[in-house]
Protein backbone atom coordinates (compact mmCIF):
# COMPACT_ATOMS: atom_id res chain seq x y z
CA UNK A 1 0.00 0.00 0.00
CA UNK A 2 2.63 2.68 0.81
CA UNK A 3 4.70 1.63 -2.31
CA UNK A 4 1.68 2.34 -5.01
CA UNK A 5 -0.23 4.95 -3.16
CA UNK A 6 0.54 7.58 -6.08
CA UNK A 7 2.62 10.02 -2.44
CA UNK A 8 6.11 10.38 -2.45
CA UNK A 9 7.19 8.68 0.61
CA UNK A 10 10.07 8.46 2.76
CA UNK A 11 9.61 4.46 3.61
CA UNK A 12 12.87 4.60 5.78
CA UNK A 13 11.12 7.60 7.65
CA UNK A 14 7.96 5.99 8.34
CA UNK A 15 9.56 2.11 9.58
CA UNK A 16 11.42 4.69 11.44
CA UNK A 17 8.88 6.22 13.03
CA UNK A 18 7.05 2.77 13.55
CA UNK A 19 9.75 1.74 15.22
CA UNK A 20 9.58 4.48 18.14
CA UNK A 21 6.45 4.66 19.94
CA UNK A 22 4.25 4.01 17.87
CA UNK A 23 1.93 1.03 18.64
CA UNK A 24 2.66 -1.10 15.49
CA UNK A 25 6.42 -1.04 16.52
CA UNK A 26 8.48 -4.45 16.58
CA UNK A 27 11.00 -6.44 15.16
CA UNK A 28 9.53 -6.59 12.01
CA UNK A 29 9.11 -2.75 11.94
CA UNK A 30 12.56 -2.78 12.47
CA UNK A 31 13.90 -4.85 10.14
CA UNK A 32 11.66 -3.42 7.90
CA UNK A 33 13.26 0.19 9.19
CA UNK A 34 17.33 -0.81 9.04
CA UNK A 35 16.85 -3.17 5.57
CA UNK A 36 15.33 0.08 3.98
CA UNK A 37 18.24 2.33 5.27
CA UNK A 38 20.88 -0.26 3.97
CA UNK A 39 19.75 -1.56 1.09
CA UNK A 40 18.49 0.15 -2.20
CA UNK A 41 14.66 -1.31 -2.55
CA UNK A 42 14.41 -1.36 -6.31
CA UNK A 43 17.56 -3.94 -6.59
CA UNK A 44 15.92 -6.34 -4.24
CA UNK A 45 14.60 -9.19 -5.99
CA UNK A 46 11.21 -10.48 -5.15
CA UNK A 47 12.08 -14.48 -5.03
CA UNK A 48 12.87 -15.41 -1.65
CA UNK A 49 15.11 -18.61 -1.67
CA UNK A 50 13.51 -21.22 0.38
CA UNK A 51 16.08 -23.11 3.03
CA UNK A 52 14.06 -26.08 3.73
CA UNK A 53 14.21 -25.74 7.36
CA UNK A 54 10.52 -26.42 7.89
CA UNK A 55 10.02 -28.93 4.98
CA UNK A 56 10.20 -31.90 7.76
CA UNK A 57 7.89 -30.24 9.99
CA UNK A 58 5.12 -29.97 7.44
CA UNK A 59 5.39 -33.51 5.45
CA UNK A 60 5.47 -34.57 9.37
CA UNK A 61 2.03 -32.45 10.39
CA UNK A 62 0.58 -34.19 7.15
CA UNK A 63 2.00 -37.54 8.06
CA UNK A 64 0.16 -37.12 11.37
CA UNK A 65 -2.61 -35.55 10.02
CA UNK A 66 -1.97 -32.34 12.30
CA UNK A 67 -2.85 -28.77 10.54
CA UNK A 68 -0.42 -26.51 10.32
CA UNK A 69 -2.04 -23.83 7.71
CA UNK A 70 -0.21 -20.81 8.97
CA UNK A 71 3.50 -22.68 8.02
CA UNK A 72 2.00 -24.64 4.69
CA UNK A 73 0.60 -21.25 3.44
CA UNK A 74 3.96 -19.69 4.31
CA UNK A 75 6.14 -22.50 2.16
CA UNK A 76 4.03 -21.83 -0.58
CA UNK A 77 3.95 -18.17 -0.36
CA UNK A 78 7.81 -18.67 -0.61
CA UNK A 79 7.11 -20.76 -3.81
CA UNK A 80 4.88 -18.04 -4.99
CA UNK A 81 8.07 -15.46 -4.65
CA UNK A 82 9.77 -17.41 -7.20
CA UNK A 83 7.24 -16.91 -10.11
CA UNK A 84 5.95 -12.83 -9.43
CA UNK A 85 7.54 -9.07 -8.56
CA UNK A 86 6.11 -8.12 -5.84
CA UNK A 87 6.57 -5.29 -2.92
CA UNK A 88 5.07 -7.85 -0.32
CA UNK A 89 7.98 -10.81 -1.67
CA UNK A 90 10.97 -7.65 -1.72
CA UNK A 91 9.42 -7.02 1.67
CA UNK A 92 9.72 -10.37 2.92
CA UNK A 93 13.21 -11.03 1.33
CA UNK A 94 14.42 -7.69 3.18
CA UNK A 95 13.09 -8.85 6.79
CA UNK A 96 14.35 -12.31 6.30
CA UNK A 97 18.00 -10.93 5.44
CA UNK A 98 17.79 -8.84 8.45
CA UNK A 99 16.91 -11.50 10.69
CA UNK A 100 19.29 -14.51 9.29
CA UNK A 101 20.90 -13.23 6.64
CA UNK A 102 19.52 -15.03 4.28
CA UNK A 103 20.07 -14.10 0.49
CA UNK A 104 18.69 -11.86 -1.82
CA UNK A 105 17.38 -13.63 -4.94
CA UNK A 106 18.11 -17.59 -5.97
CA UNK A 107 21.07 -18.68 -4.29
CA UNK A 108 22.73 -21.87 -5.89
CA UNK A 109 24.16 -23.41 -2.63
CA UNK A 110 20.99 -22.98 -0.53
CA UNK A 111 18.78 -24.63 -3.95
CA UNK A 112 21.42 -27.78 -3.58
CA UNK A 113 21.35 -28.15 0.34
CA UNK A 114 17.38 -28.08 0.45
CA UNK A 115 17.79 -31.06 -1.60
CA UNK A 116 20.86 -33.04 -0.23
CA UNK A 117 21.74 -32.20 3.71
CA UNK A 118 20.47 -34.01 6.37
CA UNK A 119 17.56 -32.07 7.40
CA UNK A 120 15.36 -32.95 4.64
CA UNK A 121 16.17 -36.38 4.59
CA UNK A 122 14.77 -36.81 8.21
Request: net charge neutral; proline share 3%.
Amino acid sequence: MLQGNGFNLNLVQIFKNWSNGSVIRGWLVELMERGLREQDYGKIPSYVEDTGEVDWLLEDAINKEIPIPMIAQSIMELFKSKNRDSDAYKSIALMRHGFGGHPFGRDEYIAKERKTDRIAKI
